[in-house]
C-alpha cells in the first residue's frame, strides 16, 4: 500500500481556498472513497490531501425562498433525518438510504458524491433531474455551474484545481414530481448497474406531462439526460401506450458499456424496464 500523503486540516473555508491555491490537493470530506484511491485501486493516489471535515461553513439545509440549499458537507444520514427534505425532496432521501451502510451514511457526503464524479453516484441522476446548481469557489469567488454542465467526462468535473464544491441548490417547482430508482446486485450495500431519476409536472386538468426530466446513472462514462425519452413523455399523460413508447425510445437512446458489474445488453433492458415502471407507477396503474 503507498504511503499515506500529507494531509492539511485548515481551520476556516479561506484556509482552504488558500491551500488550495498555493498547490493541487485532493479534497477529503467523509473519507468513503478516498481510501481506495490511496491505495491506488481507483486511478493514482493523491500526492496531498485537504481535509475539510471541520469546516462548518460547507454544512446546513434549509430553505432560500423557493430553493432548497445543502451546504457540501451534508452527509447522506442529515439528507435521511431532514423534515424539510423529506417534505420538498423525498427522492434524494430515496438516493441516500441506497448508499453503503449506515457507516457509510453518516459520513459520506453530498459534495464528495457530486466531486467524485462516478457515473454510478447515486445522488446525481437526482440532481440532474431537478436542475440542480453546483456552487463552487476558491481564491477566485464563488461560481455557479448547472448540474448538466457539471460532469464533464468520466470522473471529471468543471471544477478548477483551486476550487471547492460548496453547496447545492435545487429549485423548489410548482407541481414538480420525482421519483428514483435503482438497481444493484443486491437491496443494499451494492454500486448502482443502473440508477435512473424521473422528473414531471402535471397539468391541473387533464393530467398530460410537462417539463419531463429522465436522468440516469451507470449507463455512460457521466449521468446522463435522455431527451429523447424526455420528448415522448412530454405532453403525454402517464398510460400504459406512453409506457411502452417511452421503454422503447430509452433502450434505443442509451449506449450503456459492458463492465465488471454488468452488461450493456441487461443495462439496456433494465432502464427500459425501469421507466416503464415509474410511468406506470405515476399512473396509478
Known amino acids: 500500500m503507498p504511503a499515506e500523503p500529507p494531509i492539511e486540516v485548515p481551520r476556516s473555508l479561506a484556509e482552504a481556498f488558500a491551500i488550495l491555491a498555493a498547490a493541487p490537493h485532493r479534497p477529503v470530506a467523509g473519507g468513503t472513497d478516498v481510501l481506495v484511491q490511496i491505495a491506488g485501486e481507483l486511478g493514482p493516489p493523491p500526492e496531498r490531501v485537504i481535509d475539510l471535515w471541520r469546516l462548518d461553513e460547507l454544512r446546513g439545509i434549509g430553505l432560500e ?43 459520506g457526503t453530498l459534495g464528495g458524491n457530486i466531486a467524485n464524479a462516478s457515473p454510478a453516484g447515486d445522488s446525481l441522476p437526482v440532481l440532474l ?13 464563488e461560481q455557479t455551474i ?9 470522473r471529471r468535473t468543471a471544477l478548477q484545481p483551486d476550487e471547492l464544491v460548496l453547496r447545492v441548490r435545487i429549485p423548489l417547482v410548482a407541481r414538480r414530481e420525482i421519483r428514483f430508482r435503482k438497481v444493484g446486485t443486491r437491496r443494499a450495500q451494492a454500486i448502482s448497474k443502473v440508477v435512473m431519476a424521473l422528473a414531471w409536472r ?38 400504459a401506450e406512453t409506457a411502452e413508447r417511452a421503454a422503447a425510445t430509452l433502450a434505443a437512446e442509451i449506449q450503456p458499456i459492458d463492465d465488471v458489474r454488468s452488461t450493456a445488453d441487461y443495462r439496456r433492458v433494465v432502464a427500459a424496464r425501469v421507466l416503464h415502471r415509474l410511468v406506470r407507477d405515476a399512473g396509478g396503474w
Request: with cysteine; net charge negative; charged share 15%.
Open 65 to 107: 425562498g423557493d430553493t432548497l440549499a445543502l451546504g457540501a458537507l451534508t452527509t447522506y444520514t442529515e439528507i435521511r433525518r431532514s423534515a424539510v427534505c423529506l417534505e420538498h425532496l423525498p427522492a434524494l432521501v430515496d438516493a441516500a438510504a441506497t448508499i453503503g451502510a449506515a457507516q457509510i451514511q453518516n459520513r
Open 129 to 141: 433531474a431537478m436542475d440542480a446548481e453546483i456552487v463552487v469557489g476558491g481564491v477566485r469567488g
Open 146 to 154: 448547472p448540474a448538466r454542465d457539471f460532469w464533464v467526462a468520466y
Open 202 to 239: 402535471s397539468s391541473p386538468g387533464d393530467g398530460g406531462w410537462s417539463d419531463v426530466r429522465v436522468a440516469l446513472g451507470s449507463v455512460a462514462a457521466t449521468p446522463i439526460r435522455a431527451t429523447a425519452t424526455e420528448a415522448v413523455l412530454d405532453g403525454a399523460a402517464p398510460t
